[in-house]
């Protein structure tokens, strides 16, 4: 990307990213841009940070570096929305501008007390992290108070160098704290502290840990009541693959169970990966005034090729999604919100499905289509999307593999990815097929798709990068029926 401002020259500052992002803007190339997507202005966006409600609307903070589409020195980026549909870009929240935190300020999350929004994020300097505040009385400006958990106040076996991602949360009249860390014996950890004013914490206990994650820490934890148990998310670096569960190098998982802050224990009673797709990572929920538990995560994954970093920007966040716990398991589905961008309804009723179904007016790149298969006696049956010639990412299920698969590996851009992770072009989760139906949801954005399983049940997110528009549904080695299919275009 062109460079019209210089901006770095050693000084990071909240204001020189602002006035980076006006002058940069224009050069950004429009090409694979989502549409209802929240994505960085310009440069780097990951992790969701400070997701909350708070000033008559929702606040979204990310990591953020302006200045390229890589990932360097940390800021915190700043949307406020009404609907999680539509974003509307505020000034830059934080810049590694502090003597504690020169090297970055890394993710964290946000909570109101006293009519004042507080930003609680991970303050690097050198390999050293800590938790630092920062505090706004209009949601828009925000001031530093400085370092609040410094690494001294991990247990003696922990390392200050991974100490991260601080998540708060109220109980009663206390705030608790959930981080990342990692044992000197390399172990990943989440860590739980508590406060009565944000400013002084005290450690409780470690919440979790194991030798799963193979090559890390815990990221980005969080924790929330939801029906009737307690839910426990983490990102696990290097967590290790089963089966068809966990096979991105980095993973998000989820815990059911019940927590006791008393005594810093959670009881686990379930476990699982949040989502099986290829671009998810680093969840974080808030809770709606209307009760809703909503979940954000960064739409990309690290250590892979990111093709529109050569248009001037990289990372973009899924659509926010409402959580629900059924019959012990996480359901996931898109805030009801988005239904009010559909335009141009299309249906379709019990259509055999071949080996190529074209449907009229059944394409396009900005679209949600809803619909139920009759699996039939085919051996393959699905949809393929962003269609043109041989190119196309296909979502289906496989009868001998007894799993839904979605497979970007023909759409025609190879994402090249860390030597440890078997490949970037094909994921599978295993789903209830009942009475021989499968239900899916898709949302396309330009390069995104978002797959949701018969009901929500499962969840498969990914981005694809193709020039096609074509929407089709196939049947291989036997034959199939769409039972019903509705398609709506997402205009925002
Ligand atoms: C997760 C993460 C966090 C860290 C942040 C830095 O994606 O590695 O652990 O705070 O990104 O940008």
């Known amino acids: 990307m062109k460079v019209n401002t ?11 990213a602002d006035l980076y992002i006006v002058h940069n803007l224009a050069a950004v190339n429009g090409n694979s841009r989502h549409t209802y997507h929240a994505m960085p202005p310009v440069g780097w966006m990951n992790d969701p940070n400070g997701f909350n409600e708070a000033f008559g609307k929702y606040h979204l903070f990310y990591q953020f570096y302006p200045y390229g589409p890589t ?74 108070l400085g370092v609040v958990i410094p690494g001294e106040k991990l247990p003696k076996n922990c390392l200050k160098t991974d100490f991260r991602d601080p998540k708060v949360f109220r109980r009663g009249k206390m705030f608790y704290l959930l981080a990342g860390a990692m044992s000197d014996a390399g172990e ?26 193979t090559r890390g820490i815990y990221e980005c934890p969080d924790c929330f009541e939801l029906g009737g148990c307690d839910v426990l998310f983490a990102s696990p670096q290097g967590y290790k693959t089963q089966d068809w ?26 476990e699982d990966e949040i989502d099986g797709g290829f671009d998810f990572y680093a969840p974080q929920t808030m809770k709606t005034h209307d009760g809703r538990i909503v979940m954000i995560a960064w739409m990309q994954m690290w250590q ?25 398991r996480l359901y996931q589905s898109p805030v009801r919100e988005i239904e009010r961008y559909r335009w141009n309804p299309i249906g379709f009723h019990n259509v055999k499905i071949g080996s190529r179904n074209e449907l009229t007016k059944v394409n396009g790149t900005k679209v949600e289509l809803i619909f139920t298969l009759d699996l039939g006696d085919a051996k393959r049956v699905g949809i393929k999307v962003y269609q043109k010639g041989e190119h196309d990412a296909r979502i289906y299920y496989d009868r001998e593999k007894d799993l839904v698969i ?10 090249t990815h860390d030597a440890e992770e078997k490949d ?40 694809v990068y193709s020039d096609g528009d074509g929407i089709t549904f196939f049947a291989e080695e036997g034959s199939a029926k769409l039972i019903d299919l509705e398609k709506y275009d997402i205009v925002v």
């Open 424 to 463: 970037a072009s094909v994921r599978s989760v295993k789903v209830e097929i009942k009475e021989n139906k499968l239900g899916m949801r898709i949302f396309l954005d330009v390069s995104s798709c978002e797959v949701f399983l018969n009901g929500g049940e499962r969840t498969m997110t990914g981005n």
């Open 71 to 144: 990932w360097d020195s940390m800021h915190w980026g700043h949307y406020t929305t009404q609907d999680f549909v539509k974003w509307k870009l505020e000034p830059t929240a934080l810049a590694p501008d502090a003597s504690y935190d020169t090297d970055g300020c890394f993710s964290g999350s946000s909570v109101l007390s006293d009519g004042k929004l507080y930003l609680i994020y991970t303050s690097v300097v050198g390999d050293r992290q800590a938790q630092a505040l920062a505090v706004s009385s209009d949601g828009v400006r925000f001031e530093k």
């Open 188 to 213: 990943g950890m989440i860590v739980l502290y508590r406060s009565a004013d944000l400013a002084k914490w005290e450690f409780v206990n470690v919440l979790r840990k194991d030798n799963f994650t």
């Open 6 to 16: 210089t901006a770095t020259g050693g000084s990071y500052g909240t204001k020189t």
């Open 304 to 328: 892979r090729y990111m093709p529109t970093a050569k248009h001037g920007w990289a990372g973009a966040m899924i659509l926010p999604r409402e959580l629900s716990v059924k019959d012990c």
């Open 245 to 270: 569960r966990f096979e991105n190098v980095q993973s998000s998982i989820y815990m059911l169970g019940k927590l006791d802050v008393e005594r810093g224990v959670f009881e686990k009673t379930y």
């Open 406 to 415: 979605f497979d970007r590996s023909r759409m025609g851009t190879e994402i």
